[in-house]
């Protein structure tokens, strides 16, 4: 089946900092998205790219999806507190069902 | 609007023993969703509903899991016997034909 190999696993970053993670595929997607899930909470789309090098922002928040419709990657700028959690990438298939990528996690120091 | 609600949030259970996890989706959504997290891995797709018909099922682990949705509102996916790989956090998510997905808070299931 298809697999989204999704990196850094982890980062450990200070307050104000920018982090990028990004997200692989072996086989082309449609649609990108990228969700944020609280501690305790369940995943929240944050941005969703449907066009092949499409650039898209959402606050601080920056994603583009690749050339190739295999690769994306996240930004976030200025880190604060409450960007800790864990973030996937992911891509719908056949009946809106979503493939994710293995997660990561997110952490700020004040 | 009431979102996607899951119950219970945590659930600990010995091997062998049953659970049924509940989900209730937004209302007038027809899709929804099973997923789950086992520790460290990605989330994984289980099942698809739309209404009360299984549209795909294909991500079920094995025939010790049951996944209902009777009248195309509320599901209801049961474990049993679990087993300890069993454990992780199970997700819900619904949305209205091809629209966007939202989750619930998911049900963390430990089995001991």
């Known amino acids: 089946g298809q697999q989204l190999n999704q990196s850094p696993q982890s980062m450990f970053i200070q307050e104000g900092e920018d982090v990028s993670m990004n997200c692989t595929s072996s086989?082309?997607?449609?649609?990108w998205l990228w969700y944020k899930q609280d501690p305790g909470e369940g995943p929240v789309l944050l941005i969703a790219?449907?066009?092949?090098?499409e650039l898209t922002s959402n606050g601080r928040l920056t994603a583009q999806f690749g050339i190739t419709r295999k690769d994306s990657f996240l930004n976030i700028s200025a880190s604060i507190p409450s960007d800790v959690g864990i973030y996937f990438c992911?891509?719908?298939?056949?009946?809106?069902?979503?493939?994710f990528g293995g997660g990561t996690r997110l952490m700020v120091k004040p | 609007e009431a979102g996607v609600t899951q119950f219970p949030s945590h659930s600990v259970i010995e091997k062998g023993q049953t659970v049924t996890l509940r989900c209730d989706p937004i209302?007038?959504?027809?899709?929804l969703y099973w997923y789950r997290r086992v520790m460290g891995k990605e989330i994984k797709f289980l099942l698809h509903?739309?209404?009360?018909?299984?549209?795909?099922e294909s991500g079920m682990p094995n025939n010790r899991f049951l996944a209902e949705r009777t009248g195309g509102t509320y599901s209801t996916l049961k474990v049993q016997p679990a087993e300890l790989e069993d454990s992780g956090v199970y997700f819900c998510?619904?949305?209205?034909?091809?629209?966007?997905?939202?989750f619930g808070q998911g049900t963390r299931l430990t089995v001991v």
């Open positions: 998510a619904s949305s209205q034909a091809t629209g966007e997905a939202f």
């Open positions: 086989s082309i997607f449609n649609t």
């Open positions: 790219l449907y066009k092949a090098g």
């Open positions: 992911a891509g719908p298939n056949a009946g809106n069902m979503l493939t």
């Open positions: 209302s007038g959504h027809d899709n």
């Open positions: 509903f739309v209404k009360e018909s299984k549209q795909d």
